[in-house]
């Protein structure tokens, strides 16, 4: 089956970029377009995309609150949504993150990127790269507490192991990757991320990694 991508930006050319890169691959159909938020939530409805190609600033409805509404406890289908950002709009991705987005991409990101990114979504991954999340999170380090803070009470429900694999996703690194680190199984890895959401009350390894740098757990900045 193919994966199902809804486009959202408010700029055709754009959208007629994607729709070329995306419907080269056998395994992508681009099922609809939408110019903003709102026409994104009747054509998620409509169309039921697995995944949604979404930009932030639009008119009428951003892509931070559509996204809110897609991804949300009164959703209607599965979709994810795939964040597309400039690094002048660092804040706003974080808040898309935050209100359930599975990932981001830059708008400028070769055209091999764009289309892994898709299929990571679309398997219920998450779609952090180290590099861009770090850059992300320390671009938004104002915004940010300054490690000062008293850790919250969610925290010490975690094991020590627990935590050790949560600042691991907060970096981006895949289960794979957090398995070679700690020289452990990948299996296991995934039981531990699985502890992490259930204790914390998190949707996916986005939001933990999120969580993990407004706690103070992780400090922009830090390796």
């Given at each position: 089956?193919?994966?199902?991508?809804?486009?959202?930006d408010d700029q055709p050319l754009l959208?007629?970029?994607?729709?070329?890169?995306?419907?080269?691959e056998q395994d992508i159909a681009v099922v609809g377009e939408a110019g903003d938020g709102l026409q994104?939530?009747?054509?998620?409805?409509?169309?039921?995309?697995?995944?949604?190609?979404?930009?932030?600033?639009?008119?009428r409805m951003d892509g931070v609150e559509a996204t809110r509404q897609i991804t949300g406890p009164e959703r209607d289908g599965p979709a994810k949504?795939?964040?597309?950002?400039?690094?002048?709009?660092?804040?706003?991705?974080?808040?898309?993150?935050?209100?359930?987005?599975?990932g981001f991409l830059l708008?400028?990101?070769?055209?091999?990127?764009?289309?892994?990114a898709?299929?990571?979504?679309?398997?219920?991954e998450a779609m952090l790269a180290?590099?861009?999340?770090?850059?992300?999170?320390?671009?938004?380090?104002?915004h940010l507490p300054s490690g000062d803070e008293p850790v919250p009470d969610t925290l010490n429900t975690l094991t020590e192991r627990e935590v050790e694999v949560l600042k691991l996703v907060a970096r981006g690194l895949s289960n794979a990757e957090i398995a070679a680190d700690l020289f452990v199984s990948e299996t296991t890895v995934k039981t531990h991320v699985g502890h992490v959401?259930?204790?914390?009350?998190?949707?996916?390894?986005?939001?933990?990694?999120?969580y993990a740098y407004e706690s103070g757990l992780v400090r922009p900045g830090a390796q």
């Open positions: 089956m193919a994966i199902r991508v809804l486009l959202v959208r007629t970029g994607f729709r070329m890169i995306l419907e080269a994104a939530l009747d054509q998620v409805r409509a169309l039921q995309p697995d995944v949604v190609l979404m930009d932030i600033r639009m008119p949504v795939l964040v597309l950002t400039t690094f002048d709009l660092d804040e706003y991705v974080v808040e898309a993150l935050k209100a359930g987005a599975s708008k400028d990101a070769p055209a091999n990127e764009l289309v892994q898709i299929r990571v979504v679309a398997a219920g180290p590099s861009i999340t770090r850059r992300l999170l320390d671009k938004y380090a104002t959401l259930t204790k914390l009350g998190l949707r996916d390894r986005v939001q933990a990694a999120v």
